[in-house]
């Protein structure tokens, strides 16, 4: 176990969404081995039980509950569950997120010219609505059900799952984009309303990393890059695609007292993607 004083969670219940993904399932991980204490939420028990699981046989504290961020009384039972078992959070992050294929057009651009590829004019709102839905609405409400509690503590910490999409729009993908702009808009309103207790709300936005979400679209079946993955490590400065345990730095230090006087801040992790011109 990992004892720096400064980045020390030690007793600390962090709750995270998502838990079953492979980015919330490493940072579930990097925050057992500092000593928190982990309730996993995600709509499939079988995932989240499976990453509980390998946290424990890594001696770490970990509890899978089945939850659906989009329910409020779901929200509500397992929170009272976790008080009962746990105890009431110390740390909040919201990994649930994801975009929707349908909300995807076929082409970087408009082309007039091409009839066989969906335009933004095809895009079908009810894949709108739910991309913002996944993406917003699940992060709000899990910090209006654990909040209740988190308020009360002066030292609570909520850390929100953004993406480098939020800062400038990703082409293809209009409405995660626009969702996860929200939901830095959300992280730095929260961190103002919550100041006077003490209740930090901050970001991640995580750049390129290859999950199983977008394998499909930045691998070929031969396990070679897209030309949309070329595209992106032309523009990484660092070359790159992230690992799951490039986030533990940013997370850990977010959720720690290293960050006490941090509120209201998205920090990119994205190899540079953010910061370079393209020239």
């Not at 004083?5 to 925050?31: D, Y």
């Not at 609570?156 to 929200?182: D, E, H, I, M, R």
Request: charged share 20%; net charge neutral.
């Amino acid at each position: 176990m990992i004892t720096d004083p400064l980045f020390e969670l030690s007793g600390k219940i962090a709750v995270v969404t998502g838990a079953g993904g492979v980015l919330c399932s490493a940072i579930a991980g990097a925050l057992a081995e500092r000593g928190a204490k982990l309730a996993l939420l995600g709509r499939t028990l079988e995932n989240v039980e499976a990453v509980a699981e390998q946290i424990r046989k890594q001696h770490g504290s970990a509890r899978a509950y089945q939850c659906d961020v989009l329910r409020e009384d779901d929200l509500e039972s397992v929170r009272q569950q976790i008080n009962r078992e746990l105890g009431t959070c110390d740390i909040l992050i919201n990994g649930a997120g994801g975009n929707h294929p349908d909300a995807t057009t076929g082409t970087t651009v408009f082309d007039p010219h091409n009839k066989d590829l969906r335009t933004f004019f095809d895009l079908p709102i009810s894949a709108f609505q739910h991309t913002f839905d996944l993406n917003f609405i699940g992060t709000l409400l899990p910090i209006k059900i654990f909040a209740k509690d988190m308020v009360k503590k002066h030292d609570s910490v909520v850390l929100n799952v953004s993406s480098l999409s939020a800062y400038n729009p990703l082409t293809k993908v209009p409405a995660y984009s626009g969702a996860k702009a929200a939901v830095n808009n959300l992280t730095q309103w929260l961190a103002t309303y919550f100041a006077p207790v003490n209740m930090r709300v901050n970001a991640v936005a995580p750049g390129f990393f290859l999950t199983k979400q977008n394998e499909k679209l930045l691998t070929t079946g031969q396990g070679e890059y897209t030309e949309r993955a070329e595209l992106i490590i032309a523009n990484t400065p660092m070359k790159r695609f992230g690992k799951p345990e490039d986030l533990f730095g940013a997370v850990v230090w977010l959720c720690s007292d290293a960050s006490k006087f941090v509120t209201g801040v998205v920090v990119p992790v994205d190899g540079g993607f953010n910061a370079y011109g393209g020239v």
